[in-house]
């Protein structure tokens, strides 16, 4: 079985670059979110504590079965720790053995990301030019990143309450493309922008800004607020705008949308990449992808990375898996 460690994602990432594998995760996103009936779904199984959630996630169709072990402690980073990390398995069905067993902190950025451009494709206005971020923690560069691969973003404007945050933030996107525009508030960072990512960690109710701070027909990708009790937009703003989420029945539990009923939310995800539901009508629209992530977003990218792994020979092959002559002689094992 095959163990990818953090630095086996790393160098994957320097051997075929940060676009190009944002390209391979959305091409990957969108396939299975177009074949989502292929798919054994559940809502994720959460474990609250009062610091935070510890979450099992699986997805399975007829060839592969993925499961991701993950964390939310947004008090964590105090402690000198990361808010969420996590590590996933892919099988292979036919026999039940486990093929791989990756990190997931790296991953779980990427692909959530990756889920946000795709939402992006179908509920942003294609000329979108100007994106606004509110929290510049662990997954803040990785959004910019994979949605500046697919729009012509001209400006990054962005507001932590932290200001190490920001700055930490800048640093790291100081080659890119875009001008980067540190603002004093929310309200500034959002007002002008097409796309709006909201990417903070608090567990709360937040109302981070209001429907009129906004312009018309901007995309926003909320994607802090993912379990009971911890959203980032108020309800009222919720029954403004067009809402998209991942999975219902997880949703109404753990995303802004536990904030109202289920008939307020105009589609899922994989209605609009199945063309059953149009994306975007207007210029003036305001739509919001609600995303609190979802078990199949983890097995499309385990799937991607589990074919690269093997295309440029990395990870390592570790005896997790006892290989035997005689599959009943499990106890003969003991006796080298
Ligand atoms: P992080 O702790 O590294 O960063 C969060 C940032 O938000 C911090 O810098 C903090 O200062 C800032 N912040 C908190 N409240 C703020 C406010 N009111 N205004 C401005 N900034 C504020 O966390 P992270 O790993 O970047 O994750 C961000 C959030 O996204 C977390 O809540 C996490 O649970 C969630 N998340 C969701 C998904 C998903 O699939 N939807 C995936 C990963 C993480």
């Given at each position: 079985?095959?163990?990818?460690?953090?630095?086996?994602?790393?160098?994957?990432?320097?051997?075929?670059?940060?676009?190009?594998?944002?390209?391979?995760?959305?091409?990957?996103?969108?396939?299975?979110?177009?074949?989502?009936?292929?798919?054994?779904?559940?809502?994720?199984?959460?474990?609250?504590?009062?610091?935070?959630?510890?979450?099992?996630?699986?997805?399975?169709?007829?060839?592969?079965?993925?499961?991701?072990?993950?964390?939310?402690?947004?008090?964590?980073?105090?402690?000198?720790?990361?808010?969420?990390?996590?590590?996933?398995?892919?099988?292979?069905?036919?026999?039940?053995?486990?093929?791989?067993?990756?990190?997931?902190?790296?991953?779980?950025?990427?692909?959530?990301?990756?889920?946000?451009?795709?939402?992006?494709?179908?509920?942003?206005?294609?000329?979108?030019?100007s994106?606004a971020?509110i929290?510049?923690?662990?997954?803040?560069?990785?959004?910019?990143?994979?949605?500046?691969?697919?729009?012509?973003?001209?400006e990054?404007r962005f507001f932590?309450?932290?200001?190490?945050?920001?700055?930490?933030?800048?640093?790291?996107?100081?080659?890119?493309?875009?001008?980067?525009i540190p603002c004093g508030s929310i309200v500034e960072a959002v007002r002008h922008a097409?796309?709006v990512?909201?990417?903070?960690?608090?567990?709360?109710?937040?109302?981070l800004f209001?429907?009129?701070d906004?312009?018309?027909?901007?995309?926003?990708?909320?994607?802090?607020?993912?379990?009971?009790?911890?959203?980032?937009?108020?309800?009222?703003?919720?029954?403004?705008?067009?809402?998209?989420?991942?999975?219902?029945?997880?949703?109404?539990?753990?995303?802004?949308?536990?904030?109202?009923?289920?008939?307020?939310?105009?589609?899922?995800?994989?209605?609009?990449?199945?063309?059953?539901?149009?994306?975007?009508?207007?210029?003036?629209?305001?739509?919001?992808?609600?995303?609190?992530?979802?078990?199949?977003?983890?097995?499309?990218?385990?799937?991607?990375?589990?074919?690269?792994?093997?295309?440029?020979?990395?990870?390592?092959?570790?005896?997790?898996?006892?290989?035997?002559?005689?599959?009943?002689?499990?106890?003969?094992?003991?006796?080298?």
């Amino acid at each position: 079985m095959k163990i990818l460690t953090v630095t086996d994602i790393r160098e994957l990432i320097q051997i075929i670059g940060l676009e190009n594998f944002f390209k391979h995760v959305i091409a990957a996103l969108e396939e299975d979110f177009g074949r989502w009936n292929e798919f054994i779904l559940s809502p994720r199984h959460g474990t609250y504590y009062p610091d935070g959630v510890i979450e099992l996630m699986p997805c399975a169709d007829q060839q592969l079965y993925s499961f991701k072990y993950v964390n939310g402690h947004p008090g964590n980073p105090h402690k000198g720790k990361l808010t969420v990390v996590a590590i996933g398995l892919l099988s292979d069905v036919g026999s039940g053995y486990p093929l791989m067993i990756s990190e997931m902190t790296l991953l779980t950025a990427f692909r959530t990301a990756a889920t946000g451009v795709l939402a992006a494709k179908y509920l942003a206005r294609e000329e979108a030019k100007s994106l606004a971020i509110i929290g510049t923690g662990a997954q803040a560069e990785f959004q910019v990143l994979a949605f500046a691969g697919f729009f012509q973003l001209e400006e990054v404007r962005f507001f932590d309450t932290d200001s190490q945050a920001m700055v930490k933030f800048s640093k790291n996107l100081t080659r890119q493309k875009f001008r980067l525009i540190p603002c004093g508030s929310i309200v500034e960072a959002v007002r002008h922008a097409d796309i709006v990512i909201t990417a903070t960690a608090a567990k709360k109710r937040q109302s981070l800004f209001e429907f009129a701070d906004l312009s018309p027909g901007a995309f926003i990708h909320a994607m802090g607020g993912d379990c009971p009790g911890k959203t980032e937009l108020s309800a009222e703003f919720l029954h403004q705008v067009k809402l998209v989420v991942e999975y219902k029945p997880q949703s109404l539990v753990e995303g802004e949308v536990q904030q109202c009923a289920a008939d307020l939310i105009y589609a899922e995800l994989w209605e609009l990449v199945c063309k059953h539901k149009p994306g975007r009508q207007n210029n003036d629209e305001i739509m919001l992808f609600d995303s609190v992530g979802f078990a199949l977003e983890d097995y499309s990218i385990l799937r991607v990375v589990y074919e690269l792994a093997k295309e440029h020979q990395l990870g390592t092959e570790s005896a997790l898996i006892p290989e035997l002559n005689d599959p009943k002689d499990l106890f003969g094992f003991l006796n080298p």
